[in-house]
Every structure is written in structure tokens, then in C-alpha cells.
């Protein structure tokens, strides 16, 4: 009785420690935004040769770590993203230094995604892995996805515990949701269809990065609304692709069939206490966690750094995202967007990485702002991170397959993103 009362105590505490952390909007100095936000803004304000250096060396381990493991030559897609890899630490270096070519060195291109990307991403990954074991390792997660078992065949097609990689992917990363796809794939407790709905559907960028998107776009005082809209239009969207092609084409009867049960609140704060019973020591999990963190900024700074920067000299100096923004130019005209093209060349710069379509419009309407925050996040698959993950997984998901899902989800997203913005707008017009 006394673990019992131990572990639910870890469970409620805990969970409320890491909902507080990411959820709770306080004010400090005037300025009123989430706790992990104030941590961040404090680093890179009181110690800011050290954010930067510590970045900076964080960077140069994910560079180099593909070459010292020889991982670097284990697939062709593996090879082409350790040289991009490299070329992001050059990119950096040159940036540091404030010595090396002048289109890397231009304030709006290489500067502007060092000094507001890629230190803020450095500093809130591993320091958010900090506070993410308080929402992952003490119950929450179970918690969460038990209630969610019933929404899950319904709406997604897809088993009840596939929830569990739901909400680990938009709380954790999309590493941690693929890497818990792919063992359950190949264990045989997924259909193929419902590994590829999962690892196109829910394995999103996490809260933490989410974060970084609303900085960068100065819209952290609607966070709550951004967090809980992009949240429901990206499951949304799966639940729409999910019945479509190519996902319909695949096998659904090859997956262990799952067992009925019931759902209620009872069943879900029993499985938060059995959650919280296997954690382990806090501090063993802060530091696990921490070093988890440590690894992902070093796997995605060097990836960031180089596609980001070729994405936004693309971007300035040719008319290819242009050109292919009219792709989507149709959908947003209709939908009655403001700023059409920029939403357009945006929806079409998501593809190489998911920081871009961020990046060109932090001078744009709030409207377009918030648009571009949701897509950026619902549109799931970019080729800097995402897309390699998946094609490094057992899931039979061709690039063909993946380039036309992230198409629908553009669409879809938009579909959904625009006319739920004017409404905020419209509504707080009438405050």
C-alpha cells in the first residue's frame, strides 16, 4: 500500500511538474510565457558566448559522428546527409569566425539561422529533454494513452496502442515514435498499413521545437492555442490520409489482431501508477533523458545548418520554391488567404526542412504567421530529419510514396489551418 501511495504520488506530482513546465503561461520581468521559455531566454541572455560555444560544439560531434562510426557509408541516404552534415559545420564555422563566403555570411541568411535557429534548437533540445522525463517517465504517457485507445481505430485506423507512439512522437521527438513503430512493425503487431499511417501520421517534430517555431515567429503568447490547434489539425490530417492512396494501397491484414477492452478514467490513473512504478530514479532519468537530448541536437544541428541555409539561398536568389508554390497557390487562393504566394512558396519550402517555411515568414502577417507555424509542424515529413528516419526503418515506404503523403498533408493542412486562423483572428477582433 505504501508503493502504491509512493507511485501515485510520482504520477500526479511528476505529470504536473512537466505539464507546468511546457503548459502553464507564467510572467517574469514583464514578459509571460511557458517556464521552459523563461530557462532558455535566460541562457542565452546571462551566458551568451557560452550558449554559443556550447552549441557550436554540439554541432561539431553530430558532424563528425557518422565518420568516426563509419555509419556514414551504410546506405546511399546515409552518405548523401553525413556530407550535408559536414558542409553544416563548415557553414558554422564560417559563421563563427565571420570569415568565408558572402552569401554564408549575409545577416538574413547564414547569421539570421545560426544566431535564431540553431543555438535556440542547441539549447532547448537536451535542456527540454530535462523536463520531458517528467511527462514520458512517470505515468502521463500510459495515462494519456489509455484514454485515447477508443479514438484510435476509429479516427486513424490504426490499434489502440499506437497511441502511445502518438503521443510520445508530439511530447518526445519523432525519433523516439519511429524507433517504437519500427520494433513493433517487425514484431508483427502492426499491418503494414498501420505502421506507414503511424510513421507518416504521428511522427511530428516535438513540443520542444514547437516552441522554437513560436519564438521565431513571435507568437509565444498564443501558445496554448497553437500547441492544442496544431495538435488536433495534424491528427486531423492523418485521420484523412489514412483512408486515402497511396496509405489505402497498403496491406491491413498482416498484423496481430488487438484484444478488446474497455476504456475508462479508472483503467487510465491505474495505468499512470503502473507508468510511475517502473520509472526508475529521478535523477537516473533526468540524466538519460538529458543525454538523449544531448544526442538528437547532435544528429539535427548539422542537418539544420546546412539544408537550411541551401533551402534559404534558394529561396533568395532563384525562383524554384516560387515555381513550385503554385503546386499549392490554387488551395490557398480559394481559402482566402492574405499573403497567397508567401503561404505558397512556404508550403513548398516544408519539404526540405521544417524550420523553413518559419524562417521566410517571421515578417508577415499574424494570420500567414500562424498558418505557416501550424504547417510547419502538420506537414510531418521534411528530407533534413524525418524522411531518412523513416526510410531507415523496416516500413516499406518508397521516396515516391512519402513525397505524394507529404503533398496531401500540405493540402489538407491548409485546408484546415486557414479558415481555423481567420477564426481565432475574427473572434479575437471581437474581444
Same mark, same amino acid.
Given at each position: 500500500?505504501?508503493?502504491?501511495?509512493?507511485?501515485?504520488?510520482?504520477?500526479?506530482?511528476?505529470?504536473?511538474?512537466?505539464?507546468?513546465?511546457?503548459?502553464?503561461?507564467?510572467?517574469?520581468?514583464?514578459?509571460?510565457?511557458?517556464?521552459?521559455?523563461?530557462?532558455?531566454?535566460?541562457?542565452?541572455?546571462?551566458?551568451?558566448?557560452?550558449?554559443?560555444?556550447?552549441?557550436?560544439?554540439?554541432?561539431?560531434?553530430?558532424?563528425?559522428?557518422?565518420?568516426?562510426?563509419?555509419?556514414?557509408?551504410?546506405?546511399?541516404?546515409?552518405?548523401?546527409?553525413?556530407?550535408?552534415?559536414?558542409?553544416?559545420?563548415?557553414?558554422?564555422? =564560417?559563421?563563427?569566425?565571420?570569415?568565408?563566403?558572402?552569401?554564408?555570411?549575409?545577416?538574413?541568411?547564414?547569421?539570421?539561422?545560426?544566431?535564431?535557429?540553431?543555438?535556440?534548437?542547441?539549447?532547448?533540445?537536451?535542456?527540454?529533454?530535462?523536463?520531458?522525463?517528467?511527462?514520458?517517465?512517470?505515468?502521463?504517457?500510459?495515462?494519456?494513452?489509455?484514454? =485515447?485507445?477508443?479514438?484510435?481505430? $476509429?479516427?486513424?485506423?490504426?490499434?489502440?496502442?499506437?497511441?502511445? +507512439?502518438?503521443?510520445?512522437?508530439?511530447?518526445?521527438?519523432?525519433?523516439?515514435?519511429?524507433?517504437?513503430?519500427?520494433?513493433?512493425?517487425?514484431?508483427?503487431?502492426?499491418? $503494414?498499413?498501420?505502421?506507414?499511417?503511424?510513421?507518416?501520421?504521428?511522427?511530428?517534430?516535438?513540443?520542444?521545437?514547437?516552441?522554437?517555431?513560436?519564438?521565431?515567429?513571435?507568437?509565444? +503568447?498564443?501558445?496554448?492555442?497553437?500547441?492544442?490547434?496544431?495538435?488536433?489539425?495534424?491528427?486531423?490530417?492523418?485521420?484523412?490520409?489514412?483512408?486515402?492512396?497511396?496509405?489505402?494501397?497498403?496491406? +491491413?491484414?498482416?498484423?496481430?489482431?488487438?484484444?478488446?477492452?474497455?476504456?475508462?478514467?479508472?483503467?487510465?490513473?491505474?495505468?499512470?501508477?503502473?507508468?510511475?512504478?517502473?520509472?526508475?530514479?529521478?535523477?537516473?532519468?533526468?540524466?538519460?533523458?538529458?543525454?538523449?537530448?544531448?544526442?538528437?541536437?547532435?544528429?539535427?544541428?548539422?542537418?539544420? =545548418?546546412?539544408?537550411?541555409?541551401?533551402?534559404?539561398?534558394?529561396?533568395?536568389?532563384?525562383?524554384?520554391? +516560387?515555381?513550385?508554390?503554385?503546386?499549392?497557390?490554387?488551395?490557398?487562393?480559394?481559402?482566402?488567404?492574405?499573403?497567397?504566394?508567401?503561404?505558397?512558396?512556404?508550403?513548398?519550402?516544408?519539404?526540405?526542412? =521544417?524550420?523553413?517555411?518559419?524562417?521566410?515568414?517571421?515578417?508577415?502577417?499574424?494570420?500567414?504567421?500562424?498558418?505557416?507555424?501550424?504547417?510547419?509542424?502538420?506537414?510531418?515529413?521534411?528530407?533534413?530529419?524525418?524522411?531518412?528516419?523513416?526510410?531507415? $526503418?523496416?516500413?516499406?515506404?518508397?521516396?515516391?510514396?512519402?513525397?505524394?503523403?507529404?503533398?496531401?498533408?500540405?493540402?489538407?493542412?491548409?485546408?484546415?489551418?486557414?479558415?481555423?486562423?481567420?477564426?481565432?483572428?475574427?473572434?479575437?477582433?471581437?474581444?
Amino acid at each position: 500500500m505504501k508503493d502504491k501511495g509512493t507511485n501515485t504520488f510520482k504520477f500526479l506530482v511528476f505529470s504536473f511538474i512537466g505539464i507546468f513546465v511546457f503548459f502553464v503561461p507564467i510572467a517574469i520581468n514583464e514578459k509571460k510565457t511557458i517556464p521552459l521559455d523563461h530557462i532558455i531566454t535566460f541562457l542565452k541572455s546571462g551566458f551568451p558566448v557560452f550558449s554559443k560555444n556550447i552549441v557550436l560544439l554540439i554541432l561539431v560531434a553530430g558532424s563528425v559522428y557518422p565518420f568516426l562510426t563509419r555509419n556514414w557509408k551504410k546506405n546511399k541516404t546515409e552518405v548523401v546527409l553525413s556530407f550535408l552534415k559536414l558542409s553544416g559545420l563548415v557553414f558554422a564555422l =564560417m559563421i563563427y569566425f565571420n570569415k568565408g563566403l558572402k552569401v554564408v555570411l549575409e545577416p538574413s541568411i547564414g547569421q539570421f539561422l545560426f544566431n535564431k535557429l540553431v543555438i535556440p534548437v542547441g539549447l532547448i533540445v537536451p535542456v527540454g529533454a530535462i523536463f520531458l522525463s517528467f511527462l514520458i517517465d512517470y505515468g502521463l504517457l500510459d495515462f494519456v494513452g489509455v484514454l =485515447m485507445k477508443p479514438v484510435m481505430k $476509429t479516427f486513424f485506423k490504426t490499434p489502440g496502442r499506437s497511441a502511445i +507512439d502518438a503521443v510520445a512522437s508530439f511530447v518526445g521527438s519523432y525519433s523516439i515514435g519511429l524507433l517504437i513503430t519500427d520494433r513493433v512493425y517487425r514484431k508483427g503487431i502492426y499491418s $503494414t498499413r498501420e505502421a506507414v499511417i503511424i510513421a507518416t501520421g504521428f511522427s511530428t517534430v516535438s513540443a520542444t521545437f514547437m516552441i522554437i517555431v513560436c519564438k521565431t515567429l513571435g507568437i509565444m +503568447d498564443y501558445w496554448n492555442l497553437y500547441f492544442w490547434t496544431t495538435l488536433v489539425i495534424t491528427f486531423a490530417v492523418t485521420a484523412i490520409t489514412a483512408r486515402i492512396f497511396p496509405i489505402k494501397k497498403f496491406k +491491413d491484414n498482416d498484423g496481430v489482431q488487438e484484444e478488446k477492452e474497455k476504456v475508462n478514467l479508472k483503467m487510465a490513473f491505474e495505468k499512470g501508477i503502473e507508468g510511475a512504478s517502473k520509472s526508475g530514479k529521478v535523477l537516473t532519468n533526468i540524466k538519460q533523458n538529458f543525454l538523449d537530448g544531448l544526442k538528437m541536437a547532435a544528429a539535427i544541428l548539422p542537418s539544420i =545548418m546546412s539544408i537550411g541555409l541551401i533551402g534559404l539561398v534558394v529561396a533568395k536568389y532563384t525562383n524554384f520554391f +516560387d515555381i513550385a508554390g503554385y503546386l499549392f497557390y490554387p488551395f490557398v487562393k480559394v481559402l482566402g488567404a492574405k499573403e497567397t504566394a508567401l503561404i505558397s512558396k512556404a508550403s513548398a519550402l516544408s519539404i526540405s526542412e =521544417m524550420f523553413l517555411p518559419v524562417l521566410i515568414s517571421v515578417k508577415a502577417y499574424i494570420e500567414t504567421r500562424f498558418v505557416v507555424a501550424i504547417l510547419s509542424v502538420s506537414s510531418i515529413l521534411f528530407f533534413s530529419a524525418s524522411i531518412p528516419c523513416i526510410l531507415a $526503418t523496416s516500413i516499406p515506404l518508397s521516396v515516391k510514396d512519402i513525397l505524394i503523403i507529404w503533398f496531401e498533408r500540405v493540402v489538407f493542412s491548409l485546408i484546415l489551418a486557414i479558415p481555423i486562423t481567420k477564426l481565432f483572428i475574427f473572434l479575437k477582433l471581437l474581444q
